[in-house]
């Protein structure tokens, strides 16, 4: 594990400690309306503290949720009794996925690839274990596309990844595309710095 990843799983084990409070940001109503979207054998990257757990409908056959952090495992397997289908939750860097090619029928990720620290090459992995014709959902906050605000998150930036962990000047659409992602919709939530992203291998 590179030195950057070793940050993030540190940072990450510290703020699982309040990450719920940071994490009402994402709804009841709109974790709904994302998740519902996914079937068959689901694969969640970063499931942090499980939050979406309860929310997979029915018609998922399983979902494994892999987190780099222990301590945010540690509060998702508090929280997998909630499920409606079956959970395994494992202990993973999202830029090295032990999963064999093709594994998943949908791959999802809320809130995820704002703290990867190589987020295209984790991109490219889900690109590589979701099966061809399969479903990509992320939900993500990117950077402003207004001038002055995508500026005062840049500034603001070192600080965030510092004293929280995430980035909040990602570009997620942009690296999506670089990883070879089929975008199929982009649809702005609230604010066009959430963004839902459909995609396909």
């Known amino acids: 594990m590179d030195q950057e990843t070793e940050l993030t799983r540190k940072r990450y084990n510290r703020t699982s400690l309040f990450y719920d409070w940071m994490d009402r940001m994402v709804k009841s109503d709109l974790r709904t309306k994302v998740l519902r979207q996914a079937s068959g054998k689901v694969l969640e990257i970063g499931v942090g503290t499980g939050k979406n757990l309860a929310y997979y409908p029915e018609n998922c056959s399983e979902v494994v949720g892999i987190d780099l952090s222990p301590g945010m495992l540690a509060k998702a397997k508090e929280r997998a009794h909630e499920a409606k289908v079956p959970v395994k939750l494992y202990e993973m860097d999202a830029q090295n996925l032990e999963f064999a090619d093709a594994s998943?029928?949908?791959?999802?990720?809320?809130?995820?690839?704002?703290?990867?620290?190589?987020?295209?090459?984790?991109?490219?992995?889900?690109?590589?274990?979701?099966?061809?014709?399969?479903?990509v959902i992320l939900l993500e906050h990117v950077r402003s596309d207004n001038p002055l605000l995508g500026r005062i998150?840049?500034?603001?930036?070192?600080?965030?990844?510092?004293?929280?962990?995430?980035?909040?000047?990602?570009?997620?659409?942009?690296?999506?595309?670089?990883?070879?992602?089929?975008?199929?919709?982009?649809?702005?939530?609230?604010?066009?710095?959430?963004?839902?992203?459909?995609?396909?291998?």
Do not use: W, Y
Request: aromatic share 2%; net charge positive; glycine share 6%.
């Open 153 to 201: 998150m840049d500034v603001l930036d070192p600080l965030t990844v510092r004293l929280m962990g995430p980035h909040i000047n990602r570009r997620t659409v942009d690296n999506v595309k670089i990883a070879g992602l089929n975008i199929k919709s982009i649809e702005n939530q609230h604010t066009k710095i959430v963004k839902l992203i459909m995609a396909e291998p």
């Open 104 to 135: 998943f029928d949908t791959v999802v990720a809320t809130c995820v690839f704002c703290s990867v620290p190589d987020p295209v090459k984790g991109l490219k992995e889900i690109k590589r274990v979701c099966k061809p014709g399969g479903k």
